[in-house]
């Protein structure tokens, strides 16, 4: 693993410090679920019971393309490079501020693909880390 570390001391204690993909990477290695950091809120219920559709598309489209960078240790601006989008356009995306088109999230559901691809080459084939951001377009 290629990443920077940082030990430090805190109240006696020793501590080390990893960058949070590092961390998730870690987690998912251990079988723990992916933690929810930094996900834009599901939208509330409305009184009928069920949910304001375009909010919850929004949200449900940002959270898969999150978790799905973070779990293979892309940055926004990789991403956003690799998708040919302009990152504050994905940035607005991710924290579900944005109305994407099916082109963009085709745009997007390629470049996780193809990272997914990059990854597993030099691995052992096996279960696929990649959600597909299609299913939700429909």
């Given at each position: 693993?290629n990443m920077h570390?940082?030990?430090?001391?805190?109240?006696?204690?020793?501590?080390?410090?990893?960058?949070?993909?590092?961390?998730?990477?870690?987690?998912?290695?251990?079988?723990?679920?992916?933690?929810?950091?930094?996900?834009?809120?599901?939208?509330?219920?409305?009184?009928?019971?069920?949910?304001?559709?375009?909010?919850?598309?929004?949200?449900?489209?940002?959270?898969?393309?999150?978790?799905?960078?973070?779990?293979?240790?892309?940055?926004?601006?990789?991403?956003?490079?690799?998708?040919?989008?302009?990152?504050?356009?994905?940035?607005?995306?991710?924290?579900?501020?944005?109305?994407?088109?099916?082109?963009?999230?085709?745009?997007?559901?390629?470049?996780?693909?193809?990272?997914?691809?990059?990854?597993?080459?030099?691995?052992?084939?096996?279960?696929?880390?990649?959600?597909?951001?299609?299913?939700?377009?429909?």
């Amino acid at each position: 693993m290629n990443m920077h570390v940082q030990t430090i001391e805190v109240a006696g204690q020793r501590l080390t410090l990893l960058p949070e993909t590092e961390y998730l990477k870690l987690l998912v290695r251990a079988g723990s679920p992916t933690p929810e950091l930094h996900m834009p809120p599901m939208p509330a219920k409305l009184p009928s019971g069920n949910y304001p559709a375009r909010e919850y598309l929004r949200a449900s489209i940002a959270r898969e393309i999150i978790r799905t960078r973070r779990r293979l240790g892309l940055s926004q601006a990789e991403l956003a490079r690799r998708a040919g989008l302009a990152i504050a356009h994905l940035n607005r995306l991710e924290r579900a501020k944005g109305n994407p088109t099916a082109a963009t999230v085709a745009k997007i559901d390629a470049a996780l693909k193809a990272a997914e691809k990059e990854a597993l080459s030099g691995k052992k084939r096996g279960a696929s880390t990649c959600g597909d951001l299609r299913r939700v377009r429909r």
